[in-house]
T-cell receptor, first 112, second 111 residues
Framework: SAVISQKPSRDICQRGTSLTIQCQVD?????MFWYRQQPGQSLTLIAT?????????ESGFVIDKFPISRPNLTFSTLTVSNMSPEDSSIYLC?????????FGPGTRLTVT | GENVEQHPSTLSVQEGDSAVIKCTYS??????FPWYKQELGKRPQLIID?????GEKKDQRIAVTLNKTAKHFSLHITETQPEDSAVYFC??????????FGQGTRLTINP
């Protein structure tokens, strides 16, 4: 399966600031996704990162809050903008590889 | 939106016994049902999946069954071991490869 890395692995940020999370894959993949996992909760899809076009957002998530870039088939970024304590969560990227979905190690974000 | 109900939320079994986790879904068009295992502080790991053209799939001590008529699927772990302790998530494919996840089951294996 594809090898997925994320940066940073964790961060503590002040409210009102923004953080950009990077996701790198060791092979070209068509589908990349961004999920949020709040403490003790399940995974919720934020958006599908589309290469060369705007991301497709799920209900409850908007581009102004979570802008996403996908400049090529191996890389994507998610920005969490104007953060509040409610944004404290783990953010995970995932990729589809041979019809199965695999996750990156996640970025643990704490907003103070 | 689509919904996946997962039960139980917590499960405690004696080492060596079997564990069963069940999920129900609502979209009859769903055709892909993976199971993920997440250990504390780690990423979710795909452990087994099943597609709608089969009713059962087995991989060593892990098996998944699918009942498309009843819209439910189950994870079965036999001869449980302490390293099976984790949170397990079921999911279903909502189309366009998007996954909708169940709420998770915290499985504890007691030695």
């Amino acid at each position: 399966s594809a090898v997925i890395s994320q940066k940073p692995s964790r961060d503590i940020c002040q409210r009102g600031t923004s953080l950009t999370i990077q996701c790198q894959v060791d092979s070209q993949v068509t589908m990349m996704f961004w999920y949020r996992q709040q403490p003790g909760q399940s995974l919720t899809l934020i958006a599908t990162a589309n290469q060369g076009s705007e991301a497709t957002y799920e209900s409850g998530f908007v581009i102004d809050k979570f802008p996403i870039s996908r400049p090529n088939l191996t890389f994507s970024t998610l920005t969490v903008s104007n953060m509040s304590p409610e944004d404290s969560s783990i953010y995970l990227c995932s990729v589809e590889d041979i019809n199965e979905q695999y996750f990156g190690p996640g970025t643990r974000l704490t907003v103070t | 939106g689509e919904n996946v109900e997962q039960h139980p939320s917590t499960l405690s079994v004696q080492e060596g016994d079997s564990a069963v986790i069940k999920c129900t879904y609502s979209d009859s068009a769903s055709n892909y049902f993976p199971w993920y295992k997440q250990e504390l502080g780690k990423r979710p790991q795909l452990i087994i999946d099943i597609r709608s053209n089969v009713g059962e799939k087995k991989d060593q001590r892990i098996a998944v069954t699918l009942n498309k008529t009843a819209k439910h699927f189950s994870l079965h772990i036999t001869e449980t071991q302490p390293e099976d302790s984790a949170v397990y998530f079921c999911a279903e494919n909502e189309g366009a490869q998007k996954l909708v996840f169940g709420q998770g089951t915290r499985l504890t294996i007691n030695p």
